[in-house]
């Protein structure tokens, strides 16, 4: 990994800080390097504002002059009432370089930002860790891409593929590690869906229980499919921000509704994490609305146990190739493993 | 790992080569090391004669006066009309110390062979990589101490758990690499068991496909609760030595038929692969007859399909702590683990 890689494999670290608390806006990251040295760093507050560009600038002060800015995200070109736009920002700390990973698609920018650096003399170079941008920001680049939030679907299984026991028992397939993790990625969402069939056998809590997070507790989405529980739903709105108010205490806030998984697109959440359960997960890959799995198994058998349901494949060749082995780590006893649409 | 471990390591790499082809002999593997280089090898003979120790003392010949022998098993202290014991072959080599991984339980020997070289002066140890030694020996370890064989359950699943569509259509869940690696397994198993179901539907030839292990591929054993494949059966005999003969063209020859798990007891076979399907992984579970989990998990999803059959498990806690995981690696795009029981 060269020097630039380096910086921004950092930038990347600091985007990961507020994913799922940014919708609409990216999450991004940025640290300004001069003289080999950071001077500043930032990232896209929660809320969207400040930008990530804007907060580094403000840290590094002049000594952003003749520095590199590392970007998850080619600078906005946009003025918003809620702040000037980043590229604007650059040009006038006299920044040497802008180093990004990718150009950010939403068209008041794209390509915009790389020109307005350019016309002042600044050097751009975009590309470096490209598709771990594309992963940082799955969320703003699938809403972008496809009007949808990026899915992420959930499964604690055993060896044998069961998510509870033939009777829906399932605490506890995994061990503390494995769900304390869980509880991470909760963090990391803009909002949880489960089935009807889960929300009323369990009530499950499904908030952030983990020290210092608690307060990152996404709103909860119910799918179902019965429309008489459409009287129940809550009106949904489009992306607009800070729909989700978090300040709310979320375990006492009542779910949205939904009936059927591509109502998911009318949610103001870019990051969606599908918890369960199985035939919630299977009605969300029958309907190709899955980009993301996480997979924790526990080294246990329990044989005749819930298990995925049907989805839709008629032919075992087609099951082949779309899945790629992203990332895997051991939680205790239980193994991680997730995937990616390849 | 010391020197003694290392080349114990390497009288058990000796004595995989025959695993499944001594029964009802343990498979041992010898090394002979004189001033730190190996003077003689050897590994008992498929059918369980040669022993280990003869043969590598017969590489060895002079060269094994005051040497170290590492053998992986107690050398034997009984003599028999197929040859003399190995404790004696040991004493009149001439070697100055033997160093072995695990006692032999044998009636015959347990100790015998220990007490036989000491009385002659030679200085002898035992203890190192008694797991591994326990692992490779498990045939005729678990045939002395439970008096049945030791038995691999392999699954091949998808991340879903399911080794099947709900229509049985299976060909093919996993790839080539993982396909070869079951081959491997079936020419160091005695016998192949499948269930009637799986049988009947596929016929499979449950054969060892590997280019020069052709001749490997163990008898086939099918599992059928109904009493009236019976009349179908072959007697079944105590073991015996060279009660499976290996010449004949076994894709030709008839399986022995069973009506429960337990039968097993009766094969003349003392590692046992069990193939499938998912009921009769089930019946052996549920029988408590399972010792090795061998999991090849290809990255699809199936759902719907067929996945574990129920064995009894009525407590989720239950199912927790029975497994260690062993040995896992990568095979093309799919994943091996292999568990033992804990």
Redesign the interface.
């Known amino acids: 990994m060269n020097d630039d890689a380096r910086w921004m494999a950092a930038a990347l670290a600091l985007a990961g800080r507020t994913r799922g608390r940014t919708t609409p806006n990216p999450n991004v990251g940025c640290v300004i390097v001069r003289d080999g040295r950071v001077v500043g760093r930032g990232w896209t507050q929660a809320g969207g504002r400040p930008h990530a560009e804007a907060m580094a600038l403000g840290e590094a002060g002049g000594a952003a002059r003749g520095a590199t800015a590392y970007v998850t995200l080619e600078p906005c070109a946009h003025v918003s009432t809620r702040g000037p736009a980043c590229a604007d920002l650059l040009v006038v700390a006299g920044v040497a370089r802008v180093v990004a990973a990718i150009g950010d698609p939403d068209p008041r920018t794209d390509g915009g930002g790389f020109a307005r650096l350019r016309a002042a003399g600044i050097a751009v170079e975009s590309g470096v860790l490209a598709d771990a941008a594309r992963r940082s920001m799955a969320g703003f680049l699938t809403r972008r891409a496809l009007g949808r939030p990026h899915v992420t679907l959930k499964?604690a299984?055993?060896?044998?593929?069961?998510a509870a026991?033939?009777d829906g028992?399932?605490?506890?397939?995994t061990g503390a590690a494995a769900r304390a993790h869980t509880h991470l990625e909760r963090s990391r969402h803009d909002a949880i869906l489960v089935g009807r069939g889960t929300w009323e056998a369990d009530r499950p809590q499904l908030d952030v229980r983990l020290p210092g997070l608690e307060d990152r507790s996404p709103p909860r989405v119910v799918l179902s499919a019965k429309a008489r529980h459409c009287e129940r739903s809550e009106a949904i709105q489009g992306p607009t921000p800070h729909a989700l108010d978090r300040v709310a205490p979320l375990a006492m806030t009542a779910p949205i509704w939904i009936t059927a998984p591509h109502d998911i697109a009318a949610l103001p959440a870019d990051h969606l994490f599908v918890e369960g359960g199985a035939r919630t997960a299977?009605a969300f890959?029958r309907a190709d609305l899955a980009d993301r799995?996480l997979?924790y198994r526990?080294?246990?058998?329990?044989?005749?146990?819930r298990?995925?349901?049907?989805?839709?494949?008629t032919d075992?060749a087609d099951?082949?190739g779309?899945?790629?082995?992203a990332d895997q780590r051991q939680l205790g006893s239980d193994r991680l493993?997730v995937?990616e649409r390849a």
Chains 1, 2 share one sequence.
């Open positions: 499964l299984l055993s060896l044998d593929g069961a026991m033939a028992r399932s605490q506890w397939i299977a890959l799995l997979l526990a080294p246990i058998l329990i044989g005749g146990g298990t995925l349901a049907d989805f839709g494949l075992l099951a082949h779309r899945w790629a082995l493993e995937y």
